[in-house]
């Protein structure tokens, strides 16, 4: 989980900074967009480490429910009265809740831009490109789905920020980087990445939902 | 103070048990939690009922034999300690306690409170030992030197009693900061390294097989740990797991 997990959030890095592109939505903006997406789905070492992340977020999400099947079967007695808020945080107990939240939100957001890029009928730029610009642009400002999917974007972005809230600093513990010297600065870059990292996600499609009229 | 008791009973561990309710009055606030149940026990045995059954020994909070799960936690509401050194006066006149046992499949029922907890012992078999020549020709124990900061943290480690709140505490029932505790308090010192790596992977392969849960990193077990065990002890046996598992010669 824990590797699996480091490599993910570097993923979630790289993607931003490809969608943080799209906040320009001039004509010009939108036609480097496509020249970028073309490049992402094209370019062989890039295509190399698509796959690596596909097997990467299947065995993540594998391993999570595996991991969660046996943790419930180490209890099947649960207790009556239960406070384990008094010794730790709901999002440390609720990383399999989070992680299907993420795993739907995956298999939309792949659905509508992912699938639409590669075996879609989407049209061409002045470029010559796909223009997937267009494609975003138009989910997002489609009315009232387009406010539906919006919301669930920023909805699936919180849980993306509990999920990293507790999961960032959790790897390097699974790894046994533990000391009391380095603690603090990976828990404090953990929590620093678990809300700038999503809120500028979220940021990008209420832009462009904003930016309609 | 009067008490509303909500105590788990079960005959055995292949019956279903509950919760019953119990009302105990005039407790002193100086009693100890365990006392208060010697206290209601009398009660019953007076009233010709069954008594409670729990585990406890030496009421000092280093035996590790107490547990309970007191109102949601481990030990109880007070950090840092043992049922036994926790008093009623960290209770209220008129308040309700849920009381209960350990819940883990690798800590089977016994009967109403108590638990089995063999598999810690079982762990402890599968390397949790040094094993050291005492045919005579033992060292002194200063002829190893040992650095002090090494020292104070086995000694750290080894303050871990056995209890089981761990396991109790964590939402995955598992047994790791027990495992790890006991890994670290003889890797860090010269006469265990020895044994090191055969140690970690027979301990943890141990651990798996008794039905514990896996760690998430949760870290309830150190909260609740009425030793305050560090989670620095699962992230060292983890390194250690890790570099055995990579560079053990079996």
Known sequence: ?213 | MDLKLKIWRQANQNTKGELKDYAIKNVSADSSFLEMMDQLNEELIEKNEEPVVFDHDCREGICGMCSLHINGEPHGPQNATTTCQLHMRSFKDGDTIFIEPWRSRAFPVIKDLSVDRGAFDRIIESGGYVSVNTSGNTLDANALPVPKANADEAFNSATCIGCGACVAACPNASAMLFVSAKVSQLSLLPQGKVEAKERVLNMVNQMDLEGFGNCSNVGACTEECPKEISLENIARMNREYLGASLASSK
Do not use: C
């Open chain 1, 1 to 213: 989980m824990a590797i699996t997990g480091l490599f993910l959030i570097s993923f979630l890095i790289v993607h931003l900074l490809g969608n943080l592109q799209l906040l320009d939505l001039s004509i010009e903006g939108q036609e480097k967009f496509n020249a970028y997406a073309k490049f992402m789905t094209s370019f062989p070492l890039i295509k190399i480490v698509s796959y690596f992340l596909y097997a990467s977020i299947l065995f993540h999400a594998v391993d999570g429910i595996v991991l969660v099947m046996q943790n419930r079967k180490a209890r099947p007695e649960r207790y009556k009265s239960w406070k384990p808020n008094n010794n730790s945080i709901w999002a440390s107990r609720n990383m399999g809740l989070l992680g299907t939240i993420i795993l739907a939100f995956i298999i939309m957001h792949m659905g509508q831009f992912w699938y639409q890029m590669h075996w879609g009928e989407i049209g061409v730029d002045a470029q010559g490109n796909k223009d997937l610009a267009t494609v975003v642009i138009k989910t997002y400002q489609d009315g009232t789905a387009g406010m539906i999917i919006v919301a669930l974007y920023v909805i699936s972005m919180a849980a993306i920020g509990f999920h990293l809230w507790h999961g960032f600093a959790s790897a390097f513990q699974t790894f046994g980087l533990n000391h009391k010297r380095y603690n603090p600065i990976i828990e404090k870059l953990g929590y620093g990445i678990s809300v700038l990292i999503p809120l500028a996600y979220a940021f990008i499609p209420v832009f462009i939902l904003m930016a309609k009229n």
